[in-house]
């Protein structure tokens, strides 16, 4: 059974940092491209950003491009997502999902198979 289960989320002021995790079971990760994706109350789930097998490729939805960063431990099942300068629009559950296919560019849930049940982040002004 596959699972994964994001941590990391919390409470943090506007400029601040937070580092997500989701950790992986019950798949072959390095063979599964990641991605991160977001729900903020009254709206729909959207894009974060995603990574390839190899954690070599990677993109960005541009309102989180320069401040995000996603990376991978293939060894440890894990993947993260690094956040800086964190804004208040940034508030929402954070949810890790994994996918049997890469797609730069891609920016729609479609293909991510599995997700995890999410983490709140929380941006305060």
């Known amino acids: 059974q596959v699972r994964l289960v994001e941590s990391g989320g919390g409470l943090v002021q506007a400029g601040g940092s937070l580092l997500l995790s989701c950790a992986a079971s019950?798949?072959?990760?390095?063979?599964?491209?990641m991605g991160w994706f977001r729900q903020a109350p009254g709206k729909e789930r959207e894009f974060v950003g995603a990574?390839?097998?190899?954690?070599?490729?990677?993109y960005y939805a541009d309102s989180v491009k320069g401040r995000f960063i996603i990376s991978r431990d293939n060894g440890k099942k894990l993947v993260y997502l690094q956040m800086r300068g964190l804004k208040p629009e940034d508030t929402a559950v954070y949810y890790c999902?994994?996918?049997?296919?890469?797609?730069?560019?891609?920016?729609?849930?479609?293909?991510?198979?599995?997700w995890g049940t999410g983490t709140q982040v929380t941006v305060s002004a």
């Open positions: 999902a994994s996918s049997f296919s890469y797609v730069t560019g891609r920016l729609s849930a479609e293909g991510y198979s599995n």
């Open positions: 019950g798949l072959t990760f390095s063979g599964v491209a």
């Open positions: 990574i390839n097998t190899s954690g070599v490729s990677k």
